[in-house]
């Protein structure tokens, strides 16, 4: 599950730190999410309502006031129609109304009203954060319920250095993500993905490719983050995207360049899935100008790309896992079987042919996983879902591989 469609209301108080609210909502818009922004009045100085509402996509609100269409702005409301709330930067003033219960404004009337999580992540000068009031608030929050979001260390905006700047959005994000998706598999490992189609130039404007869309390898990517792995997508021509700003993406052209960038962070991979259509073949010669119409008939002579997934598999280190895909039309099993061990690869995800529904430009797919011990049949679903049980059934080679090692030992 990742942050798209999740509501999120941020509350922003007075701080410095309240420039960084800006980045943080871009962060949770590009992820997919609905983000409602609350400001008190004393934040504004900081940070204009108008940039806040802008990125959000919707008017900020400040005070409790009558909204055009005739209806109040109703804290209760709001409280319950958010899945969590995130009070960032959260200073000591609004931390002190919260630990005793003082509503004043309609950021901390929402609080009380709030029945979804809540985090706070607090930002103030070095010894406003050890002052023994502030302390006992934010111990005292957390006793209740609500999640601290602890500041960091660094320069502040006094000129001290010390704990008290706001966590960065980046952080606070993480902490949101594993909130809603504690199950973690892959926390702390590199996945690489290799997805897309490449393109080979006959000359600056023309090139030989193919129709893949690129959606398998952005479902992949995209659920192996949320399953907590750091994600370098190395993405050719493609005609989707993905909104998860956190994957990395390197965009490559042709398969020499996707070859190139593939082999610079295999060895600190993980795991590595080939799921680019990769071009086997490439003109011999690329021409520096247009080439010019003359001849009735033309001869391309093409040369053999590098094979990406069989060169890298052929190195792979024991801990490392790859996992490539076959699109096959005859004998498919029988091929799929065998590109698996030609190739070096852990597994191989058969694309079928046999659904009309299951190729390059659809949101559907099926096929058939195939492991050293183990060929399964998934039936025609969504890419998005696809991409989970692959991820499942990674997973559980994985086990499956470790157990067999610690048995021979
Ligand atoms: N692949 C690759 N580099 C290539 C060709 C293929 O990394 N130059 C990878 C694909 O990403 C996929 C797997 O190899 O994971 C199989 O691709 P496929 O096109 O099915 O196989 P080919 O090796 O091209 O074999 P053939 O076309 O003869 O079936």
């Not at 706070?120 to 608030?137: C, G, T």
């Not at 992949?220 to 021509?237: D, K, P, R």
């Not at 295999?266 to 259509?277: H, K, P, R, V």
Request: net charge neutral; charged share 20%.
């Amino acid at each position: 599950m990742s942050l798209k469609f999740k509501k999120i209301l941020i509350g922003v108080c007075g701080g410095i730190a309240a420039y960084k609210s800006a980045h943080l909502i871009r962060l949770f818009k590009k992820q997919g999410a609905e983000v409602q922004v609350i400001m008190t009045p004393e934040s504004t100085a900081f940070i204009s309502p108008l940039t806040l509402s802008t990125l959000s996509e919707k008017p900020v609100l400040i005070h409790f006031q009558k909204k055009t269409e005739g209806e109040w702005n109703n804290h209760v409301a709001l409280g319950l129609w958010a899945d969590v709330m995130i009070i960032a930067p959260a200073t000591a003033h609004t931390l002190g109304k919260m630990a005793n219960g003082i509503a004043d404004n309609l950021l901390t009337a929402v609080y009380f009203s709030a029945r979804c999580p809540v985090f706070f992540a607090p930002a103030m000068d070095l010894d406003m954060l050890i002052h023994p009031s502030v302390k006992r608030n934010i111990e005292y929050l957390q006793s209740i319920g609500n999640y601290l979001i602890d500041a960091e260390v660094g320069e502040l905006a006094s000129g001290l250095y010390g704990k008290g700047r706001m966590a960065e959005p980046e952080h606070i994000i993480q902490t949101i993500e594993k909130f809603f998706c504690p199950y973690r598999p892959l926390e702390g490992k590199k996945v690489m993905i290799t997805l897309g189609a490449t393109r080979e130039y006959l000359d600056p404007v023309r090139y030989i490719t193919n129709a893949s869309s690129g959606k398998m390898g952005f479902a992949l990517a995209e659920h192996a983050h949320n399953l907590g792995a750091e994600v370098f997508a190395i993405v050719g021509s493609v005609s989707s995207q993905t909104s998860n700003s956190q994957i990395h993406q390197i965009h490559v052209k042709t398969a020499l360049e996707m070859f190139e960038k593939s082999r610079e962070l295999f060895s600190l991979m993980d795991y590595a899935i080939f799921c680019a259509a990769v071009a086997d073949y490439r003109p011999k010669t690329v021409h520096s100008q247009k080439m010019k119409k003359s001849s009735e008939t033309v001869t391309l002579e093409l040369i053999k790309n590098p094979d990406i997934a069989q060169e890298l598999s052929k190195f792979k280190k024991e801990h490392q896992i790859t996992v490539g895909f076959a699109l096959e039309t005859e004998q498919a099993l029988e091929n799929a079987r065998l590109k698996r061990i030609r190739k070096h690869l852990d597994i191989i995800v058969m694309n079928s042919i046999e659904n009309p529904q299951s190729t390059f430009e659809y949101d559907t797919n099926q096929v058939v996983v195939i492991t050293p011990t183990q060929e399964i049949s998934l039936p025609l679903k969504s890419k998005k879902e696809i991409a989970q049980d692959i991820w499942k059934i990674i997973l559980s080679f994985e086990k499956e591989k470790s157990s067999q090692r610690h048995e021979s030992l």
